[in-house]
């Protein structure tokens, strides 16, 4: 007759033991950065959806994938901007430091986003296009006929292409 302990029983315990210090890790970080800020959460809590306010009140969200080894292994982060910044991480980082260097990337990203804003604000721009992200704007000049604007998102307030 098998016992437990040939049943795979240590196995299933020990991944019982991993999940719940995973879940109580990530649930303590989200308190960290704050539950008001979280948007989605991943039944499993291996995906967060972030949103982060900017200096000028403009809304960001901030995707977080965790691997069930974190804080191991980086999380993988996707958002709404022109180009990614290089997640600096180490097996003591915690959530709360992918939202500060974050925020400190969408800090660079401030001039490039009130030039698009001037633009939006004075010509005639098709919206379909208009994203954070996105560093070209499509202007309507009337008759059917478009220009596009691409604005240098390093130095946003030298001449478009």
Known sequence: MMNRMECGEPTRSKELATSTRFHRLVYSEIEEIGWENLVRL???LTFLSLRILDK??????????LDKTY?????SISADVPYMFDLEWSTHSRLKNVVQQYQEHLEKLQEFWSTLEDI???LWVDHKMSSLA???????IGNDCF???SINFIDPRSLPE
Do not use: A, M, Y
Request: charged share 30%; with cysteine; glycine share 10%.
């Open 42 to 44: 991943g039944g499993d």
């Open 134 to 140: 996105v560093s070209s704007r499509r202007i309507n």
């Open 71 to 75: 804080p191991k292994c980086p999380p």
């Open 147 to 149: 220009i596009i604007l």
């Open 56 to 65: 000028k009140g403009r809304v960001h969200l901030l995707e977080v994938q």
């Open 120 to 122: 939006e604000k004075t």
